[in-house]
């Protein structure tokens, strides 16, 4: 058997890998260097397995153009072509499969080969369907205005979803009400519902509450590109939603549409919400927002870049 997940749903992917493997034992061998593919085919030539009845090839660029030369490539083929049928191989990667090479093409015809997509933050109409589905599976009963919290909440992290909808289980009890919005806020204490707060005190100009927000997000250790990447989110969203609206020429229904509001009835709190922006503003703060990106990438201290952040964007 020869399995291949890939994806940048890497949450799903491991529930998966923990459902494929089950109890069973495994031999995890991280793809670092042609040494590793090595390894694996030294494995697969064995009777039998000596470390664990799965062999996982871990982060393995071997299904990618040009990252492995292609005599090993040819070489690791004819290794899975010859391996005994009770073997059990599993390569896990990020990137899909390139489908012109030689041993995608074999996988596929004699193996499985699964996607695990992460949903696009700014997709909200898929978002709202998955979180549905998964409250419904759960058997978490909200209100919708509570759904639409949860979505802005936790975004596209399944794994925050997972860990949100066991606490909201576990808070409902038997209670045959549906949970409202102030039970699902108070609850589901998230990265991305912190970094929405964050955003909602920057739009506000509430630059102290807004450092204020920021350190609590640093003390729990959560990354300064992550919170970057939540604003940028935010931020572009309204950016889209004022801009249309300044134009004079669009339907509630096409801006909502066009901005990826799940819901069209969000467009009239986003309204009230960007009352005292325009859209040269907002744009200016996402100018800040992805320059600040940058020099976090080339190395500048984060916090005192994020700091500064917040100070340029009191003054937008």
């Excluded at 995890?28 to 064995?46: E, G, S, Y």
């Excluded at 004699?110 to 058997?139: C, H, I």
């Excluded at 949100?164 to 289980?169: D, G, H, M």
């Excluded at 108070?186 to 739009?203: G, Y």
Aim: hydrophobic fraction near 40%; aromatic fraction near 6%.
């Amino acid at each position: 058997m020869i399995c291949c997940f890939y994806g940048s749903d890497e949450y799903s992917l491991q529930l998966a890998v923990r459902v494929l493997m089950a109890d069973q034992t495994c031999q995890k061998i991280p793809h670092t260097t042609d040494d590793d593919l090595k390894t694996v085919m030294a494995a697969l030539r064995q009777y039998t397995l000596t470390h664990g009845q799965w062999l996982w090839l871990q982060d393995t660029t071997v299904l990618q153009l040009g990252k492995v030369a292609k005599p090993l490539q040819d070489e690791f083929k004819a290794a899975l072509q010859s391996m005994r049928p009770e073997k059990r191989l599993l390569l896990t990667c990020l990137q899909k499969p390139n489908g012109t090479l030689g041993l995608t093409k074999w996988l596929q015809q004699n193996g499985t080969v699964q996607e695990f997509p992460l949903t696009p933050s700014w997709d909200s109409t898929r978002l709202t369907q998955e979180t549905d589905q998964d409250t419904r599976d759960y058997g978490v009963r909200l209100q919708p205005n509570a759904l639409a919290y949860l979505v802005e909440a936790v975004g596209n992290q399944r794994r925050e979803r997972f860990q949100a909808l066991e606490r909201l289980l576990l808070y409902q009890g038997e209670r045959p009400a549906s949970l409202t919005t102030t039970e699902v806020e108070a609850i589901v204490q998230t990265t991305a519902s912190t970094a929405l707060r964050l955003a909602s005190q920057i739009r506000e100009r509430q630059t102290q509450a807004a450092l204020g927000t920021l350190h609590q997000l640093l003390d729990r250790n959560e990354a300064p590109l992550r919170i970057l990447q939540s604003l940028v989110t935010q931020f572009r969203t309204w950016l889209w939603v004022k801009s249309m609206l300044q134009e004079r020429r669009h339907s509630d229904l096409v801006i909502a549409q066009a901005s990826g509001l799940g819901n069209p009835k969000r467009l009239y709190y986003l309204k009230q919400e960007l009352q005292g922006w325009q859209a040269p503003q907002l744009a200016a703060v996402m100018e800040c927002l992805l320059q600040a990106e940058w020099s976090i990438k080339q190395g500048v201290d984060a916090l005192s870049t994020l700091k500064t952040l917040l100070f340029q964007l009191g003054a937008v």
